[in-house]
């Protein structure tokens, strides 16, 4: 049985102050047979570590291809993993808005392999991919790109998939599209890893919302959500949450 997993993803929201705010507000709940992520700006990593009370996972939005260096600007896992349990990496925004290829990806996986800290490896389509009917071959592709004979299982993976064509278009991804993809992302896992595809947990990630959350998390092969925007308001973040509490 996977446990679900709710990620807020905070983008570049939130000072530390702030940070530490609402995750003090954040931890007077109970979670029942959910784990809970937060991944805030570098800058805010310490206060949600500091204020988590052991209840919620930290994780990074990004992390350096190198361990050390003269690399102006860039965090590295040596010093994220004082900090984190998670590591983001291939999220839409990372590879649109700063071009980071297949390789880029993969040797960032491998870094946070290296320093002992867990992925959640971000894939999807855009809506050219997807008016073609070509979206099962481009996420495979990326899927093969980033993991292909790397040693990866159910304790240090989680995949989080973004239908990219429905985030912020005004389009909708259905549940039936996103457990479609889901499950084809399990399928294509199989075929690197039989014996952990079907414990590592698959997220949806397409403007997850309080409202539309359980129709999502009661499809068999999405485990969590990957949430932006709804996770910088408590009262919403709960809603996904607690999303049981719903059905």
């Given at each position: 049985m996977r446990t679900k997993f709710i990620c807020g993803n905070w983008k570049m929201n939130k000072t530390a102050k702030e940070a530490e705010e609402f995750i003090k507000d954040l931890v007077k709940n109970d979670f029942k047979d959910v784990d809970v992520l937060i991944a805030p700006p570098f800058t805010s990593l310490d206060a949600v570590k500091r204020n988590s009370n052991g209840k919620i996972y930290v994780g990074s939005q990004n992390i350096c291809k190198f361990n050390d260096g003269a690399y102006t600007g860039e965090v590295s896992g040596k010093m994220l993993k004082e900090f984190c349990d998670y590591v983001i990496i291939g999220h839409s925004e990372r590879r649109t808005i700063f071009s980071e290829d297949y390789q880029t990806i993969r040797e960032k996986i491998l870094r946070a392999f290296e320093n002992n800290l867990k992925v959640i490896l971000c894939l999807g389509e855009e809506a050219e991919v997807r008016e073609k009917n070509?979206?099962?071959?481009?996420?495979?592709?990326?899927?093969?790109?980033?993991l292909d004979?790397?040693?990866?299982?159910?304790?240090?993976?989680?995949?989080?998939?973004?239908?990219?064509?429905?985030?912020?278009?005004?389009?909708?991804?259905?549940?039936?599209?996103?457990?479609?993809?889901?499950?084809f992302i399990r399928h294509t896992l199989?075929?690197?890893?039989?014996?952990?595809?079907?414990?590592?947990?698959?997220?949806?990630?397409?403007?997850?919302?309080?409202?539309?959350?359980?129709?999502?998390?009661?499809?068999p092969d999405i485990d969590g959500a990957l949430v932006g925007g709804a996770s910088l308001e408590a009262k919403e973040f709960l809603k996904i949450i607690n999303y049981k509490e719903n059905i």
């Open positions: 070509k979206q099962n071959d481009f996420v495979k592709e990326e899927i093969l790109a980033a004979n790397l040693d990866f299982n159910r304790d240090n993976l989680t995949i989080a998939y973004e239908p990219i064509w429905a985030i912020g278009t005004g389009k909708t991804c259905s549940s039936e599209d996103a457990q479609d993809m889901c499950k199989s075929k690197l890893n039989k014996n952990e595809s079907e414990f590592i947990r698959i997220l949806y990630g397409g403007s997850v919302k309080g409202s539309n959350a359980k129709n999502l998390l009661a499809c």
